[in-house]
């Protein structure tokens, strides 16, 4: 099986590495020999240790009939997009690591593969095999809810406060020094690369449709060492979760910090590792731990791919064989989440304000779970700091009442939310 790497970066240079080094294991695997015979790169001046002919010509790659897999590793979503679907039309398989491309154009791809294989399980989660483990381990269940860290930088960034003390600048300079994070961080600290995991993930387990701007989406960046102070206190951890949580005939899909039960499997995932929560209702709750990026972890994950299409495997792209016959599940409205909430709040150190705060909330449905008031430190002159956690609660509500508290006098700030799970 003769095999094309449309982008020979970190992750390409490892597949062909890979196969080449492990050319005999694979193919007692597999049952063919897997051959890298070209890669398509941008610029041919850079050099790579890859032990494969390198070209800069895509159009000529293309019309190869002598390809049997193309693996796209170029990243972004309207060229490979073209690309890809130029691939499938002339039903010549395609393996991908592209969460991007997927978050978007993931139905129409499958509308035009058909029957043609195509593998994506390395854009979620790198060396985590939970793509294969929704779609064919767990297949016999009705799946609750899919919750995880699906973003290694930003977990690194959270481990750093909560174990080091870091702010959240000196975390992320430390996550670039190490080669974690970009230059420009947006994706990662944003949130947005978990988002397109989860979409991703959750077109396996509901079979819902929507992209990035259909559901909420909340990065780190302004998590601070007060908000650590808290966490610590009451016995939370902070992560970056993506979640997605099947309400009644609807799929509520968010990617938020959280504060999590110090106690729960999940709050013990540092560091720059992914771990994922999967709650059917047969089997009840797995959890799935391991590396989320990294050439070699992505890298495996692709091969695997690539072993299964060699093996002749023809997985649904997303585990249907046929349609659902339930009605398809809709994304849940934002404002209709439900869960417990932590406020952060720089009031005024003046009597009555605390009074004034707890009748803003309960006129607003908001019912105080905990409190907390950080002593003041001498020569302070901005305030004083106080914190909430709330029982069970709307998010239309609490969107409200932060609204209110920002329009008053004694309010020093914007009030800060973060989510509470578990």
Known sequence: MRVAILGVGTVGEQVAKILIQNQKLITARSGKEITPVIGVVKNLNK?????????????????????DVYVELMGGVDYPYRIISEILKRKKAVVTANKALLAYHRYELQNIAQDTPFGFEASVAGGIPIIKTLREGLSANHISSVKGIMNGTSNYILTSMMQGGASFEQALKSA??????????????????AAHKLLILSSIAYGVYGKPEDILIEGIENITKEDIFFAQDFEYIIKLLAIAKKVDDKVELRVHPALVAKDKMIAKVDGVMNGISVVGDAVGETMFYGPGAGGSA????????LIDIARDVKSPMFGYK???????LELLAQDEIRTKYYFRLTVDDKMGVLAKITNIMSENNLSIDS??????????ENGVTLFFTTHTSL????????????????????PFMIRIEG
């Open 47 to 67: 050099k790579r240790d890859v032990g494969i002919p390198l070209t800069d010509d895509m159009d000529v790659v293309l019309k190869r009939d002598d390809i």
């Open 176 to 193: 670039q020094e190490l080669g974690y994070a970009e230059a420009d961080p947006t994706f990662d600290v944003g949130g947005f690369d």
């Open 298 to 305: 992505t890298a495996s994950a692709v091969i695997s791919d």
């Open 322 to 328: 046929i349609p659902l016959e339930l009605t398809p």
């Open 371 to 380: 409190f907390l008031q950080k002593p003041k430190l001498k020569g302070d």
């Open 395 to 414: 998010e239309l509500d609490v969107k409200r009442v932060i609204e209110i508290l920002t329009k008053q006098e004694f309010v020093k700030e914007k």
